[in-house]
C-alpha cells in the first residue's frame, strides 16, 4: 500500500469539498467531483467568485446615478478638499 486512494475509493467517497451559498433569498449548492483536496477546493472557490460576481451585477446599483454631488457643493470646492486635506494641530506639552 503506498498510501494513496485509488480511484474507485475517491469515487465511491463522493465529493470530498461541498458548500451551501446564500445570497439573500437565494441559495447555491457548490460541489467539485474530481482531482485531489486542494484541486477540488481550487475548483470550488472559482465557481463561488463567479456565483459571487454574477450576484453583485445583477442586484448592484442602478447606473443611472446623476454625476452631480448630492451635497450641493460645486466641482472647485471639492477639488479644492482633496488637495488642501485639514492640517494637524501640534500637541503641546
Known amino acids: ?3 494513496q486512494p485509488d480511484a474507485e475509493t475517491e469515487k465511491s467517497l463522493g465529493p470530498r469539498v461541498q458548500a451551501n451559498l446564500v445570497l439573500g433569498t437565494e441559495s447555491f449548492d457548490i460541489s467539485s467531483e474530481s482531482g485531489t483536496l486542494s484541486e477540488q477546493l481550487a475548483a470550488m472557490k ?13 442586484h448592484n446599483a442602478p447606473n443611472d446615478v446623476p ?4 451635497d450641493g457643493e460645486s466641482d472647485d470646492e471639492g477639488e479644492a478638499l482633496v488637495n488642501n486635506p485639514p492640517k494637524k494641530s501640534k500637541k503641546q506639552k
Open 1 to 3: 500500500m503506498d498510501g
Open 46 to 58: 472559482e465557481k463561488s467568485m463567479a456565483i459571487l460576481k454574477e450576484h453583485i451585477t445583477k
Open 67 to 70: 454625476d452631480e454631488p448630492v
